[in-house]
């Protein structure tokens, strides 16, 4: 690849520039370097890290990961090495490879998202904060943080006054009113959204009749939830003015196109790297191949639906 050729894939994020399109997915690539030789890391356009708390977790017990016939269910229970460790024994090796690499946040109160984003905010070699919002407030009884829009706007507000790094808010596609949570975010300052978290889902044993995990539902993701993301990239694409990052049922370069068409500026990659861990590479290189083919670029890419749509229909 020249570097006309890579010039030519990057795309921005906010203030974010990126190499190319093509993240790994929070929680699906451990923290990078666990998974993939860092020159390898490197080529990607960002590596998401597995969420980080403000203390360590175990997560959920056994069982808790059961595929299904078209994707997987999971109910890891956000397990990490807390935020300390990671900056003490993970990122350096990571900002060593120069690699671009986006946190993944969670916090039990809006306290501690302020808190963590600020311990990150410091650190050279964070590129940007990914908020993860799908988890459960502590405080109001295990309600996601994310149905609220009042309370993303709120935690979003405080991230981005904690750290001086773009902050990508995560959606969960359990909100009532996506839209309008995504719209708080984006006034709060977010640089970006990212759709979507996982869908919940179940499975059950039938010789036993017991649930398959654990703690009975866990987080669907993989090729079936595609059409339900692209119809909320599209539909996010439509009403924000900051850009999407599209996550679920990416599993070969054209699915990441067809988000793209849809709206996104870039995908990340998670369960197919479980089938195989070199997809994101498979992926950037399907994307590569199609723009060459196509005499395009990824920014182009992006929204090119709705721009047919909109043509299509004349002005509004």
């Known amino acids: 690849m020249t570097a006309e050729t890579r010039g030519a894939m990057e795309v921005r994020i906010g203030g974010l520039v990126l190499a190319n399109p093509v993240l790994t997915a929070s929680g699906t690539y451990g923290y990078g370097c666990d998974v993939q030789s860092v020159p390898a890391l490197a080529r990607l356009g960002a590596v998401i890290t597995k969420g980080l708390s403000l203390r360590p977790r175990e997560g959920n017990p056994p069982p808790r990961i059961w595929e299904t016939g078209c994707g997987m269910l999971n109910s890891i229970g956000l397990a990490n090495m807390g935020v300390d460790r990671f900056i003490g024994k993970v990122l350096p090796v990571l900002r060593a490879g120069k690699i671009t690499v986006i946190a993944n946040i969670f916090g039990e109160s809006e306290e501690e998202f302020e808190e963590i984003a600020a311990l990150l905010g410091r650190q050279p070699g964070v590129a940007a904060l990914e908020v993860n919002v799908s988890c459960p407030n502590v405080r109001s009884g295990g309600v996601l943080f994310g149905r609220d829009p009042a309370v993303v706007g709120r935690i979003t507000t405080r991230v981005v006054r904690a750290a001086p790094l773009p902050a990508i808010v995560k959606l969960t596609p359990s909100a009532p009113d ?17 759709a979507l978290n996982t869908y919940t889902g179940m499975a059950i044993d039938t010789e036993t009749g017991l649930p398959r995990l654990a703690t009975v539902t866990g987080g669907y993701s993989g090729p079936a939830v595609k059409p339900m993301v692209l119809r909320w990239v599209y539909e996010l694409a439509r009403a924000l003015s900051i850009p999407v990052v599209a996550s679920g049922g990416v599993m070969r370069a054209a699915d990441a196109v067809e988000l793209m068409m849809a709206g996104a500026a870039a995908v990340q990659v998670g369960t197919a790297s479980f089938v195989d861990p070199a997809a994101p590479f498979a992926v950037l290189a399907g994307i590569e191949q199609h723009c060459a083919r196509k005499r395009t670029t990824p920014r182009d890419l992006t929204g090119l639906t709705l721009r047919l749509l909109k043509n299509k229909s004349g002005p509004a």
């Open 178 to 194: 996506l839209v309008a949570v995504a719209l708080a975010a984006q006034e709060a300052g977010a640089a970006a959204v990212t």
